[in-house]
């Protein structure tokens, strides 16, 4: 075994380093996303390698993604692997687009001197595009 394969953190340690419940690394096992080692008494031991994982799945599911999304990341094997990546990543486009949209309103709402932000031409302009059919 390479020494950054070694396992050597506990469950309940990487539970605890990530602010998770252990029912939750166990979740990602029965889903294919975590193959932790296991010791002699069958208790599950979590290399270095096994916590990039589960900081990839973190960092994945704070941006949206779904654990089947993730795991067809992980695997290199997955039919339509690229697909579901880039669907994922046009997915953050619009997302971050939205969020760009919504904090210049923020900071248009924060300055302006309009007691009703509904009835200033330039706030109603960040939704312009929301009103067009209407």
Request: proline share 1%; aromatic share 6%.
């Amino acid at each position: 075994m390479k020494s950054s394969e070694q396992a050597v953190w506990s469950v309940g340690q990487v539970a605890e380093r990530f602010d998770i419940g252990t029912n939750v690394l166990r979740h990602w096992e029965d889903m294919g996303l975590l193959k932790p080692a296991r010791d002699s008494a069958d208790r599950r031991r979590y290399s270095r390698d096994d916590v990039v994982r589960v900081a990839v799945i973190q960092r994945s599911k704070a941006a949206g993604m779904s654990l089947e999304q993730i795991r067809v990341m992980l695997d290199a094997e997955t039919r339509g692997r690229h697909e579901v990546l880039l669907a994922h990543v046009e997915d953050l486009d619009r997302r971050m687009e939205e969020m760009r949209l919504s904090r210049e309103m923020t900071m248009h709402a924060f300055r302006c001197k309009a007691h009703d932000l509904t009835t200033c031409s330039h706030f109603r302009g960040w939704v312009d595009d929301l009103l067009a059919d209407f």
